[in-house]
């Protein structure tokens, strides 16, 4: 099983500042990783997938990075509606999760 | 477009079992895996596992097998989740998610609730 660790569990950002939250895999995942954003009473909704491909529709101020075993999720200027949680998920073996980022406002 | 629509929340007492429904539209139902996806109450997500609608074949994750069981009705696009046995820790959130390795489409979420 590959166990997938988030830092920081909260992160305190200014709107208009960046966010960078991180994602780190117990083994290599090459770049089969994913990341979501969740608010609450909502489904997950996807943001990147191949690491660093953004979904449809995603906004260009979202950008992911990072192969193997850690990677990042860039939030350039932080709107209202991204104060979220965050989560990764790997898919190079049977999928799995991070615990999540909380992204709130400073 | 697609779309997962998923049944109504549940309340159901210790022991008894629940039936939760993922109707799919937008695409062709066997062309996709289904998934399905847990949360529980403020807690992260956790992969159960997926059934391949084709073959209709389960795959369940480790902590998922036994009590849980994927089914489909291919017939109306419909993929199932039933949990017998329930327990105060199954409350959660049960969310289906379409396959890509990454899920691009999810259901709205179906609460179940077990309490006496």
């Known amino acids: 099983e590959i166990v997938m660790m988030q830092s920081p569990a909260t992160l305190s950002v200014s709107p208009g500042e960046r966010a960078t939250l991180s994602c780190r895999a117990s083994?290599?995942?090459?770049?089969?990783l994913a990341w979501y954003q969740q608010k609450p009473g909502q489904a997950p909704r996807l943001l990147i997938y191949?690491?660093?491909t953004r979904a449809t529709g995603i906004p260009a101020r979202f950008s992911g990075s990072g192969s193997g075993t850690e990677f990042t999720l860039t939030i350039s200027s932080l709107q209202s509606e991204d104060f979220a949680v965050y989560y990764c998920q790997q898919y190079n073996n049977w999928p799995s999760f991070g615990p999540g980022t909380k992204v709130d406002i400073k | 477009q697609v779309q997962l629509v998923q049944s109504g929340s549940e309340l159901k007492k210790p022991g008894a079992s629940v039936k939760v429904s993922c109707k799919a539209s937008g695409y062709t139902f066997t062309s996709y895996a289904m998934n399905w996806v847990r949360q529980a109450p403020g807690q992260g997500l956790e992969w159960m596992g997926w059934?391949?609608?084709?073959?209709?074949?389960?795959t369940y994750a480790q902590g998922f097998t036994g009590r849980f069981v994927f089914s489909l009705d291919t017939s109306v696009s419909t993929a199932y989740l039933q949990i017998s046995s329930l327990k105060a820790e199954d409350t959660a959130v049960y969310y289906c998610?379409?396959?890509?390795?990454?899920?691009?489409?999810w259901g709205q979420g179906t609460l179940v609730t077990v309490s006496s």
């Open positions: 059934i391949n609608t084709n073959t209709g074949n389960p």
């Open positions: 998610a379409r396959e890509g390795g990454y899920f691009q489409h």
């Open positions: 083994q290599s995942v090459s770049s089969n």
């Open positions: 191949g690491a660093s």
